[in-house]
């Protein structure tokens, strides 16, 4: 994947060359580069404004409340986890964080939820049904404010970027379901698949 990551570039450069389109080339790149620095900054003032409110959430307590409202699904979602334990709490807060919109906020709690998963379960190397279920929620990630693609709507001058509200809500609960559906029917298979050979 490095590899061909890597080539895409400069057979890019290789194809402008041989065209003699190095001109247009050169201009290309310039303003890539000018409009990538300008989307991220126009992207960080919306991300800094939620990251500073889930902030907030959190140091009230407010996140900690969300996340006990989410812990029943929490259990039905994750086999044999302790409840009100350290994984399952993470699970909930990256949960909470997915829901508002904020990818840089619940990625390292993902993360932490992962390690806390691997402890409580005393996992190796391999993953167990709990850990690909929390990817497959990461993965999937219903959103109830969608902060990124509104941020970058408005970034490329949209006059409404939340009007995409209703369509993120229904793709984000399909895909969920598709995606939770999908795990447990594999889990399920891989339980059964096991008890067979033990047998």
Request: include cysteine.
């Amino acid at each position: 994947m490095n590899v061909f990551v890597g080539a895409l570039p400069l057979l890019a450069v290789i194809y402008g060359i041989i065209n003699g389109r190095t001109a247009e080339m050169s201009a290309a790149v310039l303003e890539g580069a000018g409009s990538a620095v300008e989307l991220i900054l126009s992207l960080c003032g919306v991300m800094c404004l939620w990251c500073g409110v889930m902030k907030v959430a959190e140091k009230s307590g407010i996140v900690a409340k969300v996340a006990g409202l989410l812990s029943p699904v929490v259990g039905v979602l994750f086999r044999g986890i302790k409840k009100g334990g350290r994984a399952s709490q993470l699970i909930a807060m990256n949960i909470t964080a997915n829901l508002l919109g904020l990818g840089n906020a619940s990625t390292p709690l993902g993360l932490s939820a992962m390690q806390a998963l691997k402890e409580e379960e005393q996992s190796t190397d391999t993953a167990t049904d709990n850990m690909v279920m929390l990817t497959v929620l990461n993965t999937a990630s219903l959103q109830l404010i969608p902060t990124t693609a509104a941020a970058l709507r408005a970034a490329h001058g949209a006059a409404r970027p939340m009007e995409i509200l209703p369509s993120v809500w229904i793709v984000s609960v399909y895909s969920a379901a598709v995606a939770i559906g999908a795990a447990k029917l594999m889990a399920y298979i891989g339980r059964r698949r096991k008890r067979h050979v033990d047998s």
